[in-house]
């Protein structure tokens, strides 16, 4: 999300699909994003899909290139789509991260 638009919701992949970075991108509202909130995706090898408090917001297909082992990014971004902040300084910004969980499918029972 970004600081003037908390509410909206940034649900992009980012791959090199094309040989040229290629994102997948969707901005669905939610009605309040502040406090501790749980964020979510499930990658399965055809679709991403995204949650929002064990909702989900958005889907996108899973782009050829991300069917290996990655890595998670969490970051607090500043510029870029959102623009620069109107007193062109980044702070003051927080992000609180009260836990971070990965699982395999596999782990899952059904």
């Known amino acids: ?45 055809d679709e991403l899909v995204w949650y929002f408090d064990d909702v989900e917001v958005a889907r996108a297909a899973t782009p050829a290139d991300m069917h290996e082992p990655m890595y998670m990014l969490v970051d607090l971004a500043v510029g870029g789509i959102a623009g ?19 699982y395999s499918l596999n782990d899952w029972v059904i």
């Not at 040989?19 to 994003?33: E, L, N």
């Not at 980044?90 to 992000?95: C, L």
């Open 1 to 45: 999300m970004t600081g003037q638009d908390p509410n909206k919701l940034l649900m992009t992949s980012h791959s090199n699909e094309t040989g040229t970075h290629t994102t997948a991108a969707s901005m669905p509202f939610v009605s309040d994003t502040a406090g501790f909130h749980k964020y979510g995706v499930l990658w399965t090898e």
């Open 84 to 102: 620069a902040p109107a007193d062109g300084l980044v702070t003051p910004a927080q992000m609180h991260i009260d836990y971070i969980h990965a």
